[in-house]
Protein backbone atom coordinates (compact mmCIF):
# COMPACT_ATOMS: atom_id res chain seq x y z
CA UNK A 1 0.00 0.00 0.00
CA UNK A 2 1.24 3.26 -0.69
CA UNK A 3 0.50 4.70 2.84
CA UNK A 4 -1.46 8.21 3.24
CA UNK A 5 -1.09 10.42 0.33
CA UNK A 6 -1.36 14.06 1.26
CA UNK A 7 -0.95 17.09 -1.41
CA UNK A 8 -0.03 19.26 -2.29
CA UNK A 9 3.25 18.64 -0.03
CA UNK A 10 4.09 22.58 0.15
CA UNK A 11 1.61 25.37 -0.22
CA UNK A 12 2.41 29.07 -0.06
CA UNK A 13 -0.11 31.27 -0.26
CA UNK A 14 -1.52 35.08 0.56
CA UNK A 15 -3.43 36.02 3.73
CA UNK A 16 -6.97 36.22 2.60
CA UNK A 17 -6.50 33.42 -0.13
CA UNK A 18 -9.00 30.26 0.15
CA UNK A 19 -6.76 27.23 0.89
CA UNK A 20 -7.58 23.74 0.15
CA UNK A 21 -5.56 20.45 1.27
CA UNK A 22 -6.37 16.83 0.39
CA UNK A 23 -5.71 13.39 1.63
CA UNK A 24 -6.19 10.31 0.58
CA UNK A 25 -6.23 7.70 3.58
CA UNK A 26 -4.56 3.80 3.31
CA UNK A 27 -7.30 1.57 1.63
CA UNK A 28 -9.77 0.19 4.09
CA UNK A 29 -8.84 2.65 6.66
CA UNK A 30 -12.37 4.05 8.55
CA UNK A 31 -10.80 6.62 10.46
CA UNK A 32 -9.45 9.54 9.37
CA UNK A 33 -7.58 12.64 11.45
CA UNK A 34 -6.44 16.36 10.48
CA UNK A 35 -3.73 17.58 12.80
CA UNK A 36 -1.75 20.84 12.78
CA UNK A 37 1.51 20.83 13.88
CA UNK A 38 3.68 24.06 15.15
CA UNK A 39 6.64 24.69 17.33
CA UNK A 40 4.31 26.73 19.56
CA UNK A 41 2.02 24.06 20.20
CA UNK A 42 2.83 20.95 18.87
CA UNK A 43 0.38 18.24 17.43
CA UNK A 44 -3.15 19.23 17.60
CA UNK A 45 -5.94 17.05 16.12
CA UNK A 46 -8.22 19.37 14.49
CA UNK A 47 -11.20 16.99 13.32
CA UNK A 48 -11.49 12.96 13.22
CA UNK A 49 -13.80 11.02 10.59
CA UNK A 50 -15.38 7.26 11.00
CA UNK A 51 -16.79 5.72 7.71
CA UNK A 52 -17.20 9.74 6.45
CA UNK A 53 -18.80 11.36 8.95
CA UNK A 54 -17.18 13.83 11.30
CA UNK A 55 -17.12 12.36 15.12
CA UNK A 56 -15.37 15.25 16.75
CA UNK A 57 -14.75 18.36 15.25
CA UNK A 58 -13.55 20.41 18.60
CA UNK A 59 -9.85 21.41 17.86
CA UNK A 60 -10.88 23.38 14.75
CA UNK A 61 -9.60 26.74 16.21
CA UNK A 62 -12.27 28.95 13.96
CA UNK A 63 -15.19 29.33 11.25
CA UNK A 64 -12.39 29.68 8.91
CA UNK A 65 -11.67 26.22 8.75
CA UNK A 66 -13.86 23.15 7.40
CA UNK A 67 -12.95 19.38 6.13
CA UNK A 68 -15.20 17.31 4.29
CA UNK A 69 -15.14 13.70 3.49
CA UNK A 70 -17.19 12.66 0.64
CA UNK A 71 -15.90 9.30 0.15
CA UNK A 72 -13.42 6.43 1.96
CA UNK A 73 -11.05 7.40 -0.16
CA UNK A 74 -10.65 10.97 -0.18
CA UNK A 75 -10.99 14.21 2.67
CA UNK A 76 -9.93 18.13 2.50
CA UNK A 77 -9.06 20.40 4.61
CA UNK A 78 -10.47 23.72 3.78
CA UNK A 79 -9.45 27.50 4.88
CA UNK A 80 -10.80 30.38 4.11
CA UNK A 81 -9.66 33.05 4.38
CA UNK A 82 -6.09 31.62 5.42
CA UNK A 83 -4.16 34.10 7.52
CA UNK A 84 -0.50 34.11 8.94
CA UNK A 85 -1.28 32.57 11.88
CA UNK A 86 -2.35 29.58 10.18
CA UNK A 87 1.09 28.91 8.77
CA UNK A 88 2.11 25.15 9.85
CA UNK A 89 2.16 21.64 8.77
CA UNK A 90 -1.09 19.85 8.50
CA UNK A 91 -0.69 16.05 8.68
CA UNK A 92 -3.47 13.86 7.42
CA UNK A 93 -3.88 10.17 9.70
CA UNK A 94 -5.85 7.12 8.84
CA UNK A 95 -6.48 4.11 11.05
CA UNK A 96 -8.23 0.39 10.72
CA UNK A 97 -11.09 -0.33 13.10
CA UNK A 98 -9.88 -1.35 16.78
CA UNK A 99 -7.13 -3.98 16.38
CA UNK A 100 -7.97 -6.05 19.43
CA UNK A 101 -5.06 -7.08 21.84
CA UNK A 102 -4.35 -8.83 25.07
CA UNK A 103 -3.81 -5.40 26.62
CA UNK A 104 -6.45 -3.55 24.43
CA UNK A 105 -7.16 -2.05 21.21
CA UNK A 106 -4.30 -0.28 19.51
CA UNK A 107 -5.80 1.77 16.66
CA UNK A 108 -2.53 2.85 15.47
CA UNK A 109 -2.61 5.66 13.11
CA UNK A 110 -0.63 5.63 10.39
CA UNK A 111 0.45 9.71 8.91
CA UNK A 112 1.03 11.32 5.44
CA UNK A 113 4.13 13.03 4.92
CA UNK A 114 2.50 16.52 5.71
CA UNK A 115 1.16 19.71 3.87
CA UNK A 116 3.52 22.55 4.86
CA UNK A 117 1.50 25.95 4.53
CA UNK A 118 2.71 29.36 4.44
CA UNK A 119 0.61 32.24 4.68
CA UNK A 120 1.98 35.65 4.11
CA UNK B 1 -8.45 17.36 29.04
CA UNK B 2 -4.94 15.64 28.96
CA UNK B 3 -1.78 17.50 30.51
CA UNK B 4 1.20 15.55 29.44
CA UNK B 5 5.21 16.87 29.95
CA UNK B 6 8.32 15.75 28.53
CA UNK B 7 11.49 17.01 28.18
CA UNK B 8 12.47 19.31 25.80
CA UNK B 9 15.87 18.11 24.43
CA UNK B 10 18.43 15.59 25.35
CA UNK B 11 21.77 14.51 24.01
CA UNK B 12 23.53 11.37 23.69
CA UNK B 13 26.67 9.18 22.32
CA UNK B 14 26.01 6.49 19.78
CA UNK B 15 26.43 3.64 21.64
CA UNK B 16 24.79 4.79 24.48
CA UNK B 17 21.34 4.46 25.89
CA UNK B 18 18.85 7.16 26.83
CA UNK B 19 15.29 7.43 28.87
CA UNK B 20 12.45 9.80 27.54
CA UNK B 21 10.35 10.06 30.49
CA UNK B 22 6.76 11.41 29.89
CA UNK B 23 4.43 12.15 32.61
CA UNK B 24 0.83 12.63 32.38
CA UNK B 25 -2.44 13.57 34.03
CA UNK B 26 -5.46 12.47 32.61
CA UNK B 27 -8.95 11.79 33.44
CA UNK B 28 -9.00 8.34 32.96
CA UNK B 29 -6.71 6.23 31.17
CA UNK B 30 -7.06 4.18 28.05
CA UNK B 31 -3.61 3.61 26.66
CA UNK B 32 -0.42 5.29 25.46
CA UNK B 33 1.27 5.60 22.58
CA UNK B 34 5.01 6.52 21.65
CA UNK B 35 5.58 7.95 18.01
CA UNK B 36 9.17 9.09 16.38
CA UNK B 37 9.31 11.87 14.29
CA UNK B 38 12.47 12.67 12.04
CA UNK B 39 12.46 16.19 10.98
CA UNK B 40 10.72 17.50 8.39
CA UNK B 41 9.01 13.80 8.12
CA UNK B 42 5.55 12.48 9.34
CA UNK B 43 5.17 10.59 12.96
CA UNK B 44 5.33 7.06 12.89
CA UNK B 45 4.42 4.44 15.51
CA UNK B 46 6.83 2.81 17.88
CA UNK B 47 5.13 1.44 21.55
CA UNK B 48 1.85 1.19 22.78
CA UNK B 49 1.17 0.43 26.77
CA UNK B 50 -2.02 -0.04 28.36
CA UNK B 51 -1.08 -2.21 31.04
CA UNK B 52 1.65 -1.59 33.60
CA UNK B 53 4.76 -2.92 33.25
CA UNK B 54 7.59 -2.79 29.82
CA UNK B 55 7.39 -3.41 26.59
CA UNK B 56 10.14 -4.53 24.78
CA UNK B 57 10.67 -4.10 21.04
CA UNK B 58 14.24 -4.68 19.75
CA UNK B 59 16.17 -1.67 21.14
CA UNK B 60 13.17 -0.05 21.67
CA UNK B 61 11.08 -0.19 24.81
CA UNK B 62 8.61 1.67 26.80
CA UNK B 63 7.40 1.18 30.04
CA UNK B 64 3.97 2.20 31.77
CA UNK B 65 3.53 2.75 35.79
CA UNK B 66 -0.84 3.94 35.29
CA UNK B 67 -0.83 4.56 39.27
CA UNK B 68 2.11 7.17 38.87
CA UNK B 69 0.82 8.47 35.72
CA UNK B 70 4.37 7.99 34.25
CA UNK B 71 6.08 5.85 31.07
CA UNK B 72 9.01 5.70 29.52
CA UNK B 73 11.01 5.18 26.41
CA UNK B 74 14.41 3.74 26.05
CA UNK B 75 16.41 3.83 23.36
CA UNK B 76 19.54 1.23 23.51
CA UNK B 77 22.94 0.83 21.35
CA UNK B 78 21.76 4.21 19.83
CA UNK B 79 22.50 4.63 16.24
CA UNK B 80 23.06 8.30 14.45
CA UNK B 81 19.38 7.56 12.75
CA UNK B 82 17.57 7.62 16.27
CA UNK B 83 18.25 11.59 15.96
CA UNK B 84 14.90 12.63 16.09
CA UNK B 85 11.69 13.86 17.78
CA UNK B 86 10.05 11.54 19.93
CA UNK B 87 6.21 12.28 20.72
CA UNK B 88 4.27 10.90 23.80
CA UNK B 89 0.68 10.28 23.22
CA UNK B 90 -2.48 9.35 25.69
CA UNK B 91 -5.73 8.41 24.63
CA UNK B 92 -8.93 9.97 25.29
CA UNK B 93 -10.42 7.41 27.81
CA UNK B 94 -14.33 8.12 26.57
CA UNK B 95 -12.82 8.28 22.75
CA UNK B 96 -10.21 4.81 21.66
CA UNK B 97 -9.59 7.15 18.23
CA UNK B 98 -8.77 10.25 20.09
CA UNK B 99 -4.78 10.99 20.66
CA UNK B 100 -3.08 14.03 23.07
CA UNK B 101 0.17 14.63 21.75
CA UNK B 102 3.09 15.78 24.19
CA UNK B 103 5.23 18.47 22.64
CA UNK B 104 7.76 16.01 21.97
CA UNK B 105 11.23 15.05 22.83
CA UNK B 106 14.16 15.95 20.70
CA UNK B 107 17.02 13.46 20.36
CA UNK B 108 20.37 14.10 19.49
CA UNK B 109 23.12 11.51 18.54
CA UNK B 110 26.44 12.54 18.43
CA UNK B 111 29.50 10.25 16.97
Known amino acids: DAGVIQSPRHEVTEMGQEVTLRCKPI?????LFWYRQTMMRGLELLIYFNNNVPIDDSGMPEDRFSAKMPNASFSTLKIQPSEPRDSAVYFC??????????????????FGAGTRLSVL | GQNIDQPTEMTATEGAIVQINCTYQTSGFNGLFWYQQHAGEAPTFLSY????GLEEKGRFSSFLSRSKGYSYLLLKELQMKDSASYLCAVRDPRHDYKLSFGAGTTVTVRA
Open chain 1, 27 to 31: SGHDY
Open chain 2, 49 to 52: NVLD
Open chain 1, 93 to 110: ASSPVQQRTFGGAKNIQY
